[in-house]
């Protein structure tokens, strides 16, 4: 089940909402517990039993840690528990990998595609948190199951992030009773990323899948850049757009989750991006492994090779492919350039450092989005003037998905909240506060409208 499909938005949140309000406090979290397995169990029908067997190894894993004595034993027992939780990751998703690649050295093995449960890379970095939080004793080993078991599953991030840790929604369980306000603020925010998803990114991806499915002969130069502009305003409203349901399905259930985007692409530096860009994971990644392996306490060298380090697992981490792991080598050779030069040439001009984050965000989306390394070569060679194609690149595009495509460019670069707190200081809060209810209610329609008449793509997130 996903969020932009008619069955949640009119069956499934309206029964939950309802039980969950009419519930009294002390079975609420045993109603979204409930409803988030159920949630998982209707795409994932038997592999729940992974997503169950997550949520029962990392509160045990949690509680030998706790009861470990503190320094060597609670270190061994920590990464025991964090070895045993990548394992699982491990044989999800990369024993194929590893197997197709073994074999094409020659050797004679084979192994039965293994599928992927929805979500794991997030269920189980989430655990590998907790854990480890609990191992460096910044938070108690949680005593209910019950209680983890919601934080765990909870259905709002449980399939795409973002990335929540329990040290930031523990406090959160205790007095939890949500209002009218809770729900109205977390259905306008759920409004909005319904739109970017249904409206925008929906919109963009039928101009991105035609670039990149076009063959070599009818590649233009122009056509591949489109391409890949097309398919970063997809993937940035796709993501973006789920983060704030998730953000929003939260708020209505009383939870409030920290941001996952700050305008990535208005940066002038590939840092800026990722201080901007999916935030749960890229602090996961400097919190778990990048200042445990040194940070850039240990020299210039040193740190050079822990940011490449830690972006080539943050690509394996988005998928058991070559393209991916270029992909993560790609943005950690330029942030470890950047971190080299940071001190010996001064920032560059803005408009400057806009355009180059632009250009090499874009060049790092080809080998993200192409299914191999053949089709990434390709789009890559015509993007810097190999295209052979002749035909005009612009009549892909109608006006529709013109309209769309500058819309999301506008909404992925403007200072939208800045823009927002202007008209409320001149309309005053009443009258915005009718044109914000005009605003969702309008959204809404139209989101929905679309789902009618066309079927919605599945989340890009969905596979990681």
Known sequence: ??????????????????????????????????ASLAFYAVGEGWYTTVMIGSIFGGWGFAQLVARSRPGRARGMATGMA????????????????????????????????????IGISFFVFQAISYVVDVGRGELPAERSVLRFGVYKSFFPQLIAGPIVRYKDLVGQFDGRDPGLDDLAAGLRRFALGLARKVLIADS???????CFALPAGQLSTGAAW???????????????????????????????????????????????FWRGWHISLSTW???????PLGGSRKGPW?????????????????????????????????????????????????????????????????????ADLDEAGRMLSAMAG???????????VDGHAWLMLAVGAVCAVAPLQRWADAARRCTGDGAWGWLGAVGVLSVLVLAISALVTNASSPFIYFRF
């Open 1 to 34: 089940m996903v969020f932009s499909s008619l069955a949640f938005l009119l069956c499934f949140l309206p029964l939950v909402l309802l039980v969950h309000y009419a519930a009294p406090r002390r079975l609420r979290d045993l109603v979204l517990l409930i």
């Open 82 to 117: 964090v070895g045993a939780l990548l394992g699982v990751l491990l044989a999800f998703k990369y024993a194929n990998f590893l197997v197709d690649n073994l074999a094409a050295m020659g050797l004679p093995l084979h192994l039965d595609p293994i599928h992927l449960p």
């Open 204 to 210: 963009a991806a039928q101009v991105a899948d035609a």
């Open 226 to 272: 489109l391409g890949a502009a097309a398919y970063g305003v997809q993937i940035y409203h796709d993501f973006a757009g789920y983060s704030d349901m998730a953000i929003g399905l939260a708020r209505m259930f009383g939870f409030r989750f920290k941001e996952n985007f700050d305008r990535p692409y208005a940066a002038t530096s590939i840092r800026g």
């Open 285 to 291: 990644f400097r919190d778990y492994l990048y200042i």
């Open 302 to 370: 040193r740190t050079v090779g822990n940011l490449v380090m830690v972006f080539l697992l943050c690509g394996l981490w988005h998928g058991a492919a070559w393209t991916f792991v270029l992909w993560g080598l790609f943005h950690g050779f330029f942030l470890a350039v950047e971190h080299h030069l940071s001190e010996r040439f001064p920032r560059l001009p803005v408009l400057i450092g806009h355009a180059y984050c632009l250009v090499v965000v874009l060049i790092g989306w080809v080998l993200f989005r192409a």
């Open 386 to 396: 190999g295209g052979a194609g002749i035909a005009p690149w612009w009549r892909l």
